[in-house]
């Protein structure tokens, strides 16, 4: 399964194969800001001088992204050569001298940063990226004290908030083209480039396309790599304060695993804090009537679409029924499932049927928790708080409102959190912890990993091979390392031998599965299954956003590998430290299924609420 | 046959002299790749284009390459404004050129060659598409070229859209793969990851059409025309304010006052010597030799005579500058709307001569920090007509 | 745009598949061929296009709005295109350029109402020494003045 290299041609590294072969060496001495070191052939200068702890500043360079070279913030002097070059991208060949500051490099930076600044629109203060800002970090320093080369003062471009996820401000675009890499390169889905050419040029959708109608997945990658505010997500938090305010709404907040791993960054914690007690204080301190673990409802969601799987599984091994689609594709990722609605739309019967946790959590929520507590649903408002900008246009589909009402009404972003939590005067690190209130207090770690990829197939697996054998997973500590790790995609299998009389036709059966993250893996995995190369698999995972939800779009920023790395790794640790870590074993679990799912997982109640139906939207726009 | 193509009487010691077509190649063609490599390297050619890079010096670092597949592209993208000499060749003395880029083929390995024509000389293409299909017929070009086994080379022509900035041989490339005319990042340089990733020769069409005469009459000759560190003859494409403007074929080293003279300029101001993004010339300084060392162009004159305001030149080739920045790096695409917006505070007589000083220092900046030629060549006309006419400018209102 | 225009153009362009390599280095010349038969680039077939080469709708229009000489929207059945490099500018082209913007009341990029002509500049056509220069349809016209300019415009159908 090795891919291409995915970088446009103009992108991609020097091909320093060649001169490897020619006995120079692999390893080439250079000067430093006068020190001398021996670097590998090949690496750039912005590497070298990270790995030197040299700061060099950048702004349309991003870990995650092929090379562009067009901010030129990171010039850098290389003796010899009459310009000055950008550290990014230039490959180190040759035993060269290196001067990462001097009075001509310090004052191109500033001109740069000038020229920036002048036709960057609006203030600062009035900037949901205030004090987050890689460019106002920039000018800070570069001790901008006045506008050098003048300064708009009047906007150019009409704000697109067409969209329930992302906001386009392009007056705050400084080109930079990082958006761009992502949805292109990084993503694959296609929505933005850069239009027209000189000073007219504009980061644009297809013909200037209002975002709410193109193919946008509402991923919100772009969010999480733009340096300044001209992506952002559709905050809904002042909605939220007025339904807190009212008292005759029940407000509930139901969170997500991930956020709970990355929350402590906004308030400036090394990634890897996980704050789940500290966020439900918060949480109950701002207002919110109730808080839920989404966890909850993602073992409602293992339970269900296990279930399905097995009935898949059955019909095609014991009916041989040939319209049975497998694999089976996972549906919790509503970023891919617009994915796949745009680019796959006759592949849509491949997907699970079962909703998101979210989705599922807020029929609940507006059904059986209402009936239950004696509150009238129309009274309930539910807030998912998700380290993702998809999941705002998952609850405003028009389909989702199987419990009568919209099940959930508003998405919030981790980031958008934090600042209510800010706004509310608190520092969420300060605070004590708390617990999830019942009915849905408790979760497994089967339903907290979710937040990371792999996630969803392990906790698939702990839940269908345990039901299936009568055994638990024969993994040390239930860990199915094959699921974990940051690679694109992921595949794996498992034996299922001794199965219980009613699986009897799966004895001897390897369950084929495969892990993917990021769409552009997803159009790999898709491409192969056109080709049938996807035979004889079983079981798909997919996650719109690299690394999974813990890399989501409305994750805290910056993102990049290392920080998805230590999120994930949070999770893990707070998974392993669970009592309950198979979703089929939550007690709340047992209880829904006994007293409202009657008929069981797949059952008809549960179709009616917990299932969904998916729109073949294709690609063309018109 | 369209007058366009009719061979115009001209005369000249190197492009414009005699040539036996085909002779080039078939002499090439026997010779050792390597010995083409020192020929030329003794001829001490350098780029056509403007920027003057050794030829040899970029045959052999594509030579040397190891790949299995290379590709010899012609830039006949001139857009550079007052430039025309290109035009002159493709449409007067094409097998100059295609016998170039041939026997560039031969020598660095590439069995591909691409001619990149801007779209403002479409009308030439035909034409040149017939001389394709008459050497293709004549065993000149295809397989088996003049009868050796080992060597296939063919040549396709594409017409551009309308960019400047893909003059620019990144810039070129990037446009012939499907994409935006936007210049890359070099290093790598397209001698290493060129077209489609692979190497690639890319050469300014006088820069081709000079190999056929250095073939046939050896890179010495060549070198005895010229200075030392010019050598060979240029092509320059005079025009403005004279009475025979044209292509003259003339030895490098040849002085501004010299040129003015042929061409019959009177009353001259200025020259503006290498286009928009070279420099300008004022009459104190006419004695000046033009050749790499000292006054640089990739071919254009413009001359100006004394009725000429000053401030309308640089207005209009900033105009030009901020419409043709490709847009991508910071520097250029914003740089050149200041000093366009400078310009026009000096024509309102709404400025400050402080700021103007410090719209040079942009500009010393732009040079230095933008990522093509493009950008690091725009602000030399706003630094040159500036500190060389200050008078005339800002004494003007 | 109806059925009967969209097949047209689903044809040529499957036609264009055919002529060329269908990957994307064959972009350009697939939209210089397909906007010499239809004026311009359309909403419609840049998608198909687009999809016939693996690229995204988006790039086919980055790459077109890029481009001078390609349209993503109509264009006049005749293109005038007048050179204003600085030769031909002191060589009267701005005059011209004037004559043409009021004779027709139309500014440097717009179409006539009528649909008869699109009125561009162009940076440097590179025929300085036949300068003023002027394209129509393609076609080059060397050492105009105002009237005669004029009289060739004029004379388009």
Same mark, same amino acid.
């Given at each position: 399964?090795?891919? +291409?290299?995915?970088?446009?041609?103009?992108?991609?590294?020097?091909?320093? !194969?060649?001169?490897?072969?020619?006995?120079?060496?692999?390893?080439?001495?250079?000067?430093?800001?006068?020190?001398?070191?021996?670097?590998?052939?090949g690496?750039?200068?912005?590497?070298?001088?990270?790995?030197?702890n040299?700061?060099?500043?950048?702004?349309?360079?991003?870990?995650?992204?092929?090379?562009?070279?067009?901010?030129?913030?990171?010039?850098?002097?290389?003796?010899?050569?009459?310009?000055?070059?950008?550290?990014?991208?230039?490959?180190?060949?040759?035993?060269?001298k290196?001067?990462?500051?001097?009075?001509?490099?310090?004052?191109?930076?500033?001109?740069?940063?000038?020229?920036?600044?002048? !036709?960057?629109?609006? !203030?600062?203060?009035?900037?949901?990226?205030?004090?987050?800002?890689?460019?106002?970090?920039?000018?800070?320093?570069?001790?901008?004290?006045?506008?050098?080369?003048?300064?708009?003062? +009047?906007?150019?471009?009409?704000v697109?908030?067409?969209?329930? &996820?992302?906001?386009?401000?392009?007056? /705050?675009?400084?080109?930079?083209?990082?958006?761009?890499?992502?949805?292109?390169d990084?993503?694959?889905?296609?929505?933005?480039?850069?239009?027209?050419?000189?000073?007219?040029?504009?980061?644009?959708?297809?013909?200037?396309?209002?975002?709410?109608?193109?193919?946008?997945?509402n991923?919100?990658?772009?969010?999480?790599?733009?340096?300044?505010?001209?992506?952002?997500?559709?905050?809904?938090?002042?909605?939220i304060?007025?339904?807190?305010?009212?008292?005759? /709404?029940?407000?509930?907040?139901?969170?997500?695993?991930?956020?709970?791993?990355?929350?402590?960054?906004?308030f400036?914690?090394?990634?890897?804090?996980?704050?789940?007690?500290?966020?439900?204080?918060?949480?109950?301190?701002?207002?919110?009537?109730?808080?839920?673990?989404?966890?909850?409802?993602?073992?409602?969601?293992?339970?269900?679409?296990?279930?399905?799987?097995?009935?898949?599984l059955?019909? &095609?091994?014991?009916?041989?029924?040939?319209?049975?689609m497998?694999?089976?594709?996972?549906?919790?990722?509503?970023?891919?499932? /617009?994915?796949?609605?745009?680019?796959?739309?006759?592949?849509?019967?491949y997907?699970?049927?079962?909703?998101?946790?979210?989705q599922?959590?807020?029929?609940?929520?507006?059904?059986?928790y209402?009936? !239950?507590?004696?509150?009238?649903?129309?009274?309930?408002?539910?807030?998912?708080?998700?380290?993702?900008?998809?999941?705002?246009?998952?609850?405003?589909?028009?389909?989702?409102?199987?419990?009568?009402?919209?099940?959930?009404?508003?998405?919030?972003?981790?980031? +958008?959190m934090?600042?209510?939590?800010?706004? &509310?005067?608190?520092?969420?690190?300060?605070?004590?912890?708390?617990?999830?209130?019942?009915?849905f207090?408790?979760?497994?770690?089967?339903?907290?990993?979710?937040?990371?990829?792999?996630?969803?197939? +392990?906790?698939?697996?702990?839940?269908?091979?345990?039901?299936?054998?009568?055994?638990?997973?024969?993994?040390?500590?239930?860990?199915?390392?094959?699921?974990?790790?940051?690679?694109?995609?992921?595949?794996?299998?498992?034996?299922?031998?001794?199965?219980?009389?009613?699986?009897?036709?799966?004895?001897?059966?390897?369950?084929k599965?495969?892990?993917?993250?990021?769409?552009?893996?997803?159009?790999?995995?898709?491409?192969?299954?056109? /080709?049938?190369?996807?035979?004889?698999?079983?079981?798909?995972?997919?996650m719109?956003?690299?690394?999974g939800?813990?890399?989501g779009?409305?994750?805290?920023?910056?993102?990049?590998?290392?920080?998805?790395?230590?999120?994930?790794?949070?999770?893990?640790?707070?998974?392993?430290?669970s009592?309950?870590?198979?979703?089929?074993?939550?007690?709340?679990?047992?209880?829904?299924?006994?007293?409202?799912?009657?008929?069981?997982?797949?059952?008809?109640?549960?179709?009616?609420?917990?299932h969904?139906?998916?729109?073949?939207?294709?690609?063309?726009?018109? | 046959?369209?007058?366009l193509? @009719?061979?115009?009487?001209?005369?000249?010691?190197?492009?414009?002299?005699?040539y036996?077509?085909?002779?080039?190649?078939?002499?090439?063609?026997?010779?050792?790749?390597?010995?083409?490599?020192?020929?030329?390297r003794?001829?001490?050619?350098?780029?056509?284009? #403007?920027?003057?890079?050794?030829?040899?010096?970029?045959?052999?670092?594509?030579?040397?390459?190891?790949?299995p597949?290379?590709?010899?592209?012609?830039?006949?993208?001139?857009?550079?404004?007052?430039?025309?000499?290109?035009?002159?060749?493709?449409?007067?003395?094409?097998?100059?050129?295609?016998?170039?880029?041939?026997?560039?083929?031969?020598?660095v390995?590439?069995?591909?060659?691409?001619?990149?024509?801007?779209?403002?000389?479409?009308?030439?293409?035909?034409?040149?598409?017939?001389?394709?299909?008459?050497?293709?017929?004549?065993?000149?070009? $295809?397989?088996?070229?003049?009868?050796?086994?080992?060597?296939?080379?063919?040549?396709?022509?594409?017409? #551009?859209? #309308?960019?400047?900035?893909?003059?620019?041989?990144?810039?070129?490339?990037?446009?012939? @793969?499907?994409?935006?005319?936007?210049?890359?990042?070099?290093?790598?340089?397209?001698?290493?990851?060129?077209?489609?990733?692979?190497?690639? %020769?890319?050469?300014?069409?006088?820069?081709?059409?000079?190999?056929?005469?250095?073939?046939?009459?050896?890179?010495?000759?060549?070198?005895?025309?010229?200075?030392?560190?010019?050598?060979?003859?240029?092509?320059?494409?005079?025009? $403005?304010?004279?009475?025979?403007?044209?292509?003259?074929?003339?030895?490098?080293?040849?002085?501004?006052?010299?040129?003015?003279?042929?061409?019959?300029?009177?009353?001259?101001?200025?020259?503006?010597?290498?286009?928009?993004?070279?420099?300008?010339?004022?009459?104190?300084?006419?004695?000046?030799?033009?050749?790499?060392?000292?006054?640089s162009?990739?071919?254009? %004159?413009?001359?100006?005579?004394?009725?000429?305001?000053?401030?309308?030149?640089?207005q209009?080739?900033?105009?030009?500058?901020?419409? @043709?920045?490709?847009?991508?790096?910071?520097?250029c695409?914003?740089?050149?709307?200041?000093?366009?917006?400078?310009?026009?505070?000096?024509?309102?007589?709404?400025?400050?001569?402080?700021?103007?000083?410090?719209?040079?220092e942009?500009?010393?900046?732009?040079?230095?920090?933008?990522?093509?030629?493009?950008?690091?060549?725009?602000?030399?006309?706003?630094?040159s007509?500036?500190?060389?006419?200050?008078?005339?400018i800002?004494?003007?209102? | 745009?109806?059925?009967?225009?969209?097949?047209?153009?689903?044809?040529?362009?499957?036609?264009?598949?055919?002529?060329?390599v269908?990957?994307?280095?064959?972009?350009? *010349?697939?939209?210089?061929?397909?906007?010499?038969?239809?004026?311009?680039?359309?909403?419609?077939?840049?998608?198909?296009? =687009?999809?016939?080469?693996?690229i995204? *709708?988006?790039?086919?229009?980055?790459?077109i709005?890029?481009? =001078?000489?390609?349209?993503?929207? *109509?264009?006049?059945?005749?293109?005038?295109?007048?050179?204003?490099?600085?030769?031909?500018?002191?060589?009267?082209?701005?005059?011209?350029?004037?004559?043409?913007?009021?004779?027709?009341?139309?500014?440097?990029?717009?179409?006539? *109402?009528?649909?008869?002509?699109?009125?561009?500049?162009?940076?440097?056509?590179?025929?300085?020494?036949?300068?003023?220069?002027?394209?129509?349809?393609?076609?080059?016209?060397?050492?105009?003045?105002?009237?005669?300019?004029?009289?060739?415009i004029?004379?388009?159908?």
């Amino acid at each position: 399964m090795k891919k +291409e290299l995915r970088s446009p041609v103009s992108q991609r590294p020097f091909n320093a !194969e060649n001169i490897n072969k020619t006995g120079i060496g692999a390893e080439v001495s250079i000067e430093l800001n006068g020190k001398k070191l021996r670097v590998p052939l090949g690496r750039s200068i912005l590497d070298i001088c990270r790995d030197n702890n040299i700061h060099i500043p950048t702004l349309c360079y991003h870990e995650d992204l092929c090379i562009a070279g067009n901010c030129r913030m990171c010039l850098v002097e290389v003796e010899g050569m009459k310009n000055l070059q950008t550290a990014c991208s230039y490959p180190v060949t040759s035993p060269v001298k290196i001067k990462t500051f001097s009075n001509k490099v310090r004052k191109a930076r500033k001109h740069i940063v000038d020229l920036m600044l002048s !036709e960057h629109y609006g !203030e600062c203060y009035s900037c949901v990226r205030n004090n987050n800002c890689e460019l106002q970090r920039l000018a800070r320093e570069y001790g901008i004290d006045s506008y050098e080369f003048g300064h708009v003062c +009047e906007p150019r471009f009409e704000v697109d908030d067409s969209s329930h &996820a992302v906001v386009r401000d392009m007056d /705050k675009c400084i080109l930079c083209r990082r958006c761009v890499r992502t949805c292109i390169d990084l993503q694959e889905v296609g929505v933005l480039e850069a239009v027209n050419r000189g000073y007219d040029t504009k980061i644009s959708t297809f013909m200037d396309t209002p975002l709410n109608d193109v193919i946008c997945i509402n991923c919100g990658q772009c969010i999480n790599r733009c340096p300044t505010a001209a992506l952002h997500a559709n905050d809904p938090s002042d909605q939220i304060w007025k339904a807190i305010e009212d008292p005759s /709404k029940h407000v509930i907040l139901q969170t997500a695993p991930s956020p709970r791993a990355s929350i402590g960054e906004e308030f400036g914690l090394p990634p890897g804090n996980s704050m789940t007690g500290q966020l439900n204080t918060a949480a109950r301190m701002i207002g919110f009537d109730r808080v839920f673990d989404t966890n909850f409802s993602a073992d409602l969601t293992i339970m269900e679409e296990g279930t399905e799987l097995l009935g898949r599984l059955k019909k &095609a091994i014991v009916d041989k029924d040939k319209s049975v689609m497998l694999p089976q594709f996972t549906s919790c990722s509503p970023g891919w499932v /617009k994915f796949i609605e745009h680019f796959y739309p006759e592949k849509l019967d491949y997907l699970s049927t079962a909703k998101s946790p979210q989705q599922m959590f807020g029929a609940v929520l507006k059904t059986f928790y209402a009936e !239950e507590s004696g509150i009238d649903p129309a009274d309930i408002v539910t807030v998912a708080l998700m380290p993702c900008a998809a999941k705002k246009f998952e609850c405003n589909r028009p389909e989702m409102n199987s419990s009568g009402f919209k099940d959930v009404d508003y998405g919030l972003t981790t980031r +958008e959190m934090a600042k209510m939590i800010r706004e &509310a005067g608190l520092v969420l690190p300060e605070l004590p912890k708390s617990s999830f209130d019942d009915p849905f207090g408790e979760a497994s770690g089967a339903g907290l990993i979710f937040g990371s990829t792999g996630g969803v197939m +392990e906790a698939a697996l702990r839940t269908v091979y345990e039901l299936v054998t009568g055994r638990p997973v024969p993994f040390k500590d239930l860990n199915i390392e094959a699921c974990r790790g940051m690679k694109g995609i992921k595949e794996a299998s498992v034996k299922l031998e001794n199965c219980i009389e009613e699986f009897s036709f799966l004895e001897g059966t390897d369950l084929k599965f495969i892990v993917a993250h990021g769409t552009a893996n997803a159009k790999v995995v898709m491409d192969m299954l056109i /080709k049938g190369e996807l035979e004889g698999y079983h079981f798909v995972e997919i996650m719109a956003c690299p690394g999974g939800c813990i890399g989501g779009g409305g994750q805290p920023i910056p993102t990049s590998e290392s920080i998805r790395k230590l999120r994930a790794k949070a999770i893990y640790e707070e998974d392993g430290a669970s009592a309950v870590r198979k979703s089929h074993e939550n007690p709340k679990i047992k209880y829904i299924y006994e007293k409202y799912f009657t008929d069981g997982p797949c059952g008809k109640i549960s179709h009616k609420l917990l299932h969904t139906k998916y729109t073949k939207r294709g690609k063309f726009i018109n | 046959m369209n007058k366009l193509f @009719e061979r115009k009487n001209r005369t000249g010691p190197v492009l414009f002299s005699e040539y036996e077509k085909g002779s080039a190649v078939k002499k090439a063609l026997l010779t050792d790749r390597d010995d083409i490599l020192l020929e030329i390297r003794e001829s001490g050619l350098r780029g056509r284009g #403007g920027a003057g890079f050794p030829v040899s010096v970029k045959w052999m670092l594509t030579a040397a390459a190891n790949s299995p597949q290379k590709f010899v592209i012609c830039n006949a993208d001139e857009g550079e404004p007052g430039t025309f000499k290109d035009r002159v060749l493709l449409s007067e003395y094409p097998e100059l050129v295609l016998e170039g880029m041939i026997i560039a083929g031969y020598t660095v390995g590439a069995r591909k060659g691409i001619i990149y024509l801007r779209a403002e000389y479409s009308y030439i293409k035909d034409f040149l598409q017939s001389k394709i299909e008459e050497m293709r017929s004549d065993g000149n070009l $295809g397989k088996n070229i003049c009868g050796r086994k080992d060597f296939d080379f063919d040549i396709s022509i594409r017409l #551009g859209s #309308g960019a400047y900035v893909c003059g620019e041989e990144t810039a070129l490339i990037e446009s012939l @793969e499907g994409h935006r005319g936007e210049p890359r990042n070099r290093p790598p340089f397209p001698v290493n990851t060129g077209y489609l990733g692979f190497p690639t %020769v890319v050469n300014n069409v006088e820069t081709l059409a000079s190999v056929p005469h250095i073939i046939n009459k050896g890179g010495e000759w060549y070198h005895k025309f010229g200075t030392g560190k010019s050598s060979g003859s240029k092509l320059f494409s005079v025009s $403005g304010d004279c009475r025979y403007p044209g292509v003259y074929e003339l030895q490098w080293g040849i002085t501004i006052k010299e040129l003015l003279d042929l061409c019959g300029a009177e009353n001259t101001k200025a020259v503006q010597i290498g286009g928009a993004s070279g420099i300008c010339i004022p009459e104190s300084e006419f004695s000046r030799q033009i050749s790499f060392e000292d006054a640089s162009t990739g071919g254009s %004159v413009m001359v100006f005579n004394k009725n000429r305001k000053m401030i309308d030149v640089l207005q209009n080739f900033m105009e030009f500058f901020t419409e @043709e920045s490709c847009g991508q790096c910071t520097p250029c695409r914003i740089g050149n709307v200041k000093l366009l917006e400078g310009v026009n505070m000096i024509r309102n007589n709404e400025y400050s001569l402080e700021y103007i000083e410090k719209l040079k220092e942009l500009g010393e900046t732009m040079k230095i920090a933008s990522k093509c030629g493009l950008g690091q060549t725009s602000p030399n006309p706003f630094i040159s007509i500036l500190n060389n006419f200050k008078d005339e400018i800002f004494g003007m209102n | 745009m109806n059925d009967i225009e969209k097949n047209k153009r689903r044809e040529f362009v499957s036609e264009l598949m055919n002529k060329y390599v269908p990957d994307r280095t064959s972009l350009l *010349p697939i939209l210089q061929d397909f906007q010499e038969k239809f004026g311009y680039i359309d909403e419609y077939s840049q998608q198909l296009i =687009a999809f016939e080469l693996d690229i995204h *709708p988006v790039e086919v229009n980055s790459v077109i709005s890029f481009y =001078a000489f390609l349209y993503d929207k *109509p264009v006049g059945r005749n293109i005038v295109r007048i050179c204003k490099n600085i030769v031909c500018e002191f060589n009267g082209s701005k005059e011209i350029s004037d004559a043409v913007i009021k004779e027709f009341k139309i500014n440097p990029g717009e179409t006539t *109402p009528d649909g008869k002509l699109t009125f561009e500049h162009v940076n440097c056509f590179g025929l300085c020494d036949k300068s003023p220069s002027m394209m129509v349809n393609g076609e080059i016209f060397e050492n105009i003045n105002k009237e005669s300019a004029l009289k060739i415009i004029k004379e388009l159908k």
